[in-house]
């Protein structure tokens, strides 16, 4: 095609619109929704499917609920719709489980503290990063000791934490202190060394294998055995160790499917330059195994806060185990769907944003030398 | 090649303790035989203290308990139960309780999934975000809560046994479970069994066999009808000729419930569709993932060559699929086996919720109880992954 009869100099041709049909919303709509029959039946179907479930779902959810009342007969008399007072009447226990009314500025403290201490670990471009890190690495014993008392501050027992509180705690304990514990142990896994091998591999098999809640009941009823006779400690600390090792084992594997993933020269140039074991994997091995693996890691924090759940079942009050309790309330009896509806939202906020920011820091890491 | 130059291997050093920490090889040794020693010492400290205490408890250890009487009663049982059984009944009980609910999950939310993860690339935008919500809300929702919403809606918003939801005057639903009408084999049942099993060899024979002909001659042959015959039509075939030796016994009002019939009961019920609609989701995503992974070059290649579309997607598309999507679903299909032991919260007596729970409870033998369920988990999981990664290599890419 010879391009010499034209009027315009090559690259000068004026941008024309495109036809009426190829762009704007009228394309938009034929191309997304009514493209072939078979997706006008598709749309149509679809269409009367919301048509028949929303409108009930929202008058249920929003303009035929009651939002202040005193009992589930109060709440039927309103109106026909979910009774969310139940859910206001209990909102405190629901938060701070059964932690003593006066005390609970500790609790609203150390959630604040640990926004700030959170904040430089997330935002890499925060001013004053470097002091926020300190900051950051201190907070696990003020919030602890903010939250359990001593020093000076009234002891409060773990068995009186509950609701969201107990959530976070258990969420953010557990991914705290399992992601070095994971990465620990997929070295291990992969390591030279052949006991040191053995023993990872099938201490994340056995983990892998069994449900969680195998192990909560290990350490609510077995964990006793294996400790000197006489002594017993904390149900809650118990559950961490075991919500730890839980998450840490699937962490290991996560990883190491990063550590494979790195090319056998880049250890062997890093021994080349003279770098010891530790000095290899800490500067050039995973600085990249994690890079590629930050949607497992998230994936299984996201896993460990669901899993967090699980712990009503030995008999600690998180949301769940409080919705449960309150259910009992002659007066409020049969609205578990509203608790639940209440509880599945608070879950789905902090997931839904722990993956969103998941997929902010994947394109933020991408560095244009993966194989796309 | 026997040319023998003097080649040495590096300078002899003369041993030193020292060296034992800066040579890789016996640093390696040293700090496997630390590790050794410590490990020995953990576990025997352990075994020291399960002694002491079990000695202080004055309990002996032994699974002696499981012969005795179990005093309680489940109420959904796959074989013969009474409280009069014995605790190792309760088990097997529990054990095909836990295996029902997981194979009957593992089976809806695999059909689910798959169809939720097609819609989900459906060209369609309205299909295609209702099943993006659909699954981004589901997944974000800890399952526990997903089971327990489910069983408080079965069980507070149908209707009593009075006022059941009645399908065609066979099936109804009620707060007290499901009613559907029970099969019950007549004498003659056992000829329409024969008559299926038969059809399978058949069908399989067939299949081979049309395949060493396409091999050797070219000639296609028609292998999917004469499978769908002789699995489906054979058996159905002999069951007309028989006169219809299947009854059905049909659910009927009694008093406060129904008798008859089969019964799901609502915790039943509400396990197996919370857990196959949170699977399901995190299926959808795995098949979406594998069908993206499938080159887009492949699609054109084989329309390229002529294949039809359905043979596009039977032969290029779905095997290559396949390879991506098979080893996630494989975790996918454990976890299900493993979340199934939530049941234990709205009293489906699983493996758990027996051996693990009352059992546990009335003889007070955590130990042992805690070992049995253990050692059960870790023998399905390791089963379920070996048959999936049986099936996986099969599948897998034969590489030079």
């Not at chain 1, 202190?177 to 994971?182: E, Q, T």
């Not at chain 1, 040191?196 to 201490?203: E, N, S």
């Not at chain 2, 009663?73 to 997981?102: C, F, K, M, P």
Request: aromatic letters at 12%.
């Amino acid at each position: 095609m010879s391009t010499s009869t034209s009027p315009y100099a090559p690259g000068e041709h004026p941008d024309e619109k495109p036809p009426i049909g190829q762009s704007g919303l009228v394309n938009w709509v034929y191309t997304n929704l009514f493209s072939s029959p078979f997706n006008i039946i598709l749309t149509l179907v679809t269409a009367y499917f919301l048509y028949k479930i929303l409108p009930p779902m929202f008058n249920w959810m929003f303009f035929d609920a009651v939002y202040v009342a005193d009992s589930r007969e109060h709440c039927r008399e309103l109106n026909s719709g979910a009774c969310w007072g139940f859910i206001g009447k209990r909102i405190g226990q629901f938060t701070y489980g059964f932690y003593p009314h006066e005390l609970r500025w500790r609790v609203n403290l150390t959630f604040l503290l640990f926004i700030v201490a959170v904040l430089p670990v997330l935002w890499d471009n925060m001013p004053k990063r470097r002091l926020m890190l300190w900051f950051s690495a201190l907070f696990p014993f003020i919030g602890f000791w903010l939250l359990s008392g001593g020093l000076g501050l009234e002891t409060v027992e773990t068995n009186k934490w509950g609701g969201f509180m107990l959530t976070m705690v258990i969420g953010v304990t557990g991914i705290a202190v399992s992601l070095p514990l994971g990465i620990l142990l997929a070295l291990g896994r992969q390591s030279d060394l052949h006991i040191i091998r053995w023993v990872c591999t099938g201490f994340i098999e056995f983990i892998r294998g069994v449900p969680l809640i195998t192990l909560l009941f290990v350490a609510s009823t077995m964990l006793n055995y294996f400790l000197p006779p006489g002594s017993n400690f904390d149900l809650l600390l118990r559950v961490l160790i075991m919500v730890v090792l839980f998450s840490a084992a699937y962490l290991a594997e996560v990883v190491r499917g990063g550590l494979q993933a790195i090319p056998k020269g880049q250890v062997e140039a890093a021994d080349a330059m003279g770098l010891k074991y530790w000095q290899s994997m800490r500067l050039v091995v995973l600085p990249q195994a994690l890079k590629i693996s930050i949607p497992g890691i998230v994936n299984t924090f996201i896993g460990l806060f669901k899993d967090s759940t699980l712990v009503v079942i030995i008999g600690l009050l998180d949301p769940l185990g409080i919705g449960r309790a309150s259910l009992s309330d002659t007066k409020w009896q049969g609205l578990s769907t509203e608790v639940y509806v209440f509880i599945a939202l608070f879950f789905f906020i902090c997931c839904f944003g722990m993956s969103r920011y998941s997929i902010y820091l994947e394109k933020k890491l991408h560095t244009g030398h993966s194989e796309e | 090649m026997s040319q023998t130059t003097d080649i040495q291997g590096p300078p002899r050093q003369s041993f030193s303790i020292g060296k034992i920490w800066t040579d890789k090889r016996t640093r390696g040794l040293v700090i496997q035989l630390l590790a050794t020693i410590a490990i020995c010492a953990v576990v025997l400290y352990l075994a020291n203290n399960v002694v002491e205490n079990f000695q202080k408890l004055g309990k002996p250890f032994g699974f002696s308990f499981l012969q005795q009487e179990s005093n309680y009663d489940i109420n959904q049982t796959l074989i013969e139960y009474s409280s009069r059984s014995t605790h190792a009944r309760a088990a097997v009980v529990g054990i095909l309780n836990t295996l029902l609910v997981a194979v009957c999950g593992i089976i809806l939310a695999s059909i689910l999934g798959f169809i939720l993860g097609v819609l989900r690339l459906s060209p369609n935008w309205l299909v295609n975000k209702l099943a993006y919500c659909y699954i981004e809300f589901v997944r974000n929702v800890p399952v526990l809560v997903h089971i327990l919403l489910v069983h408080g809606i079965l069980v507070h918003s149908l209707p009593k046994p009075k006022q059941a939801i009645d399908v065609a005057d066979s099936f109804f639903l009620t707060n007290r479970g499901f009613f559907v009408p029970k099969p019950i084999a007549e004498p003659l049942f056992w000829a329409v069994i024969a008559a299926f099993v038969i059809g399978l060899i058949y069908a399989f024979w067939y299949r081979r066999s049309a395949r060493i002909k396409q091999a050797a001659t070219g000639e296609q042959s028609p292998v999917f009808w004469v499978m769908l015959g002789s699995i489906i039509g054979l058996p159905v075939l002999v069951y007309i000729l028989t006169g219809m030796p299947l009854a059905w016994e049909i659910p009927e009002l009694k008093g406060f419930n129904f008798k008859g019939g089969m019964a799901l009961k609502p915790e039943f019920m509400s396990l197996w569709i919370a857990l196959s609609l949170y699977t399901a989701a995190f299926i959808a995503e795995i098949v979406r993932a594998g069908i993206e992974a499938v080159n887009k070059g492949q699609t054109e290649a084989a329309l390229a060559l002529g294949l039809p579309r359905r043979r596009t997607l039977n032969l290029v598309i779905i095997p290559q699929a396949l390879r991506v999507i098979i080893p996630p679903l494989n975790s996918q299909y454990l976890n299900i086996t493993k979340n199934s032991s939530l049941a234990i919260a709205i009293g489906y007596m699983d493996i758990v919720a027996t051996i693990g729970g009352i059992t546990l409870n009335q003889t007070g033998r955590e130990m042992e109880c805690m070992l049995i369920v253990l050692g059960l988990y870790l023998f399905f999981s390791l089963t379920i992954s070996s048959i999936m990664n049986w099936y996986n290599k099969r599948l897998a890419l034969v590489e030079r």
